[in-house]
């Protein structure tokens, strides 16, 4: 019954950093093993990052790895995605996905989706 809520995006010029937050509720954070995926205009939802149950593993992209870092905080029972020296080409909606099974770079072994938040990097 996880439910998951993306924001932090925004318009910003290449070069530059934004941190996205995806707020879950509904369910043990720690219980969840949590995704970023990104879908621009006209194209496929791709894959970005994810990060285990627990924490313990995190797995890129290669298109991001060195520029983003996926985190959580039990606490706050929130995951961010650390975007820096953003490129024109990570122009999309991101969006946060929980997975009860493993963390992967597929989207269909995400069972819980958010509503996106757009980021929009000007050249």
């Not at 369910?27 to 627990?54: D, H, I, L």
């Not at 790895?65 to 490129?87: C, E, H, P, W």
């Amino acid at each position: 019954q996880v439910q998951l809520v993306e924001s932090g995006g925004g318009l910003v010029q290449a070069g530059g950093s934004l941190r996205l937050s995806c707020a879950a509720s509904g369910g043990t954070f720690s219980s969840y093993a949590m995704g970023w995926f990104r879908q621009a205009p006209g194209k496929e939802r791709e894959f970005v990052a994810a990060m285990s149950r627990g924490g313990g593993g995190t797995y890129y992209a290669d298109s991001v790895k060195g520029r983003f870092t996926i985190s959580g905080d039990n606490a706050k029972n929130t995951v961010y995605l650390q975007m820096n020296s953003l490129k024109p080409e990570d122009t999309a909606i991101y969006y946060c996905a929980a997975s009860v099974f493993y963390y992967s770079s597929s989207t269909a072994s995400y069972n819980t989706w958010g509503q996106g938040t757009q980021v929009t990097v000007s050249s």
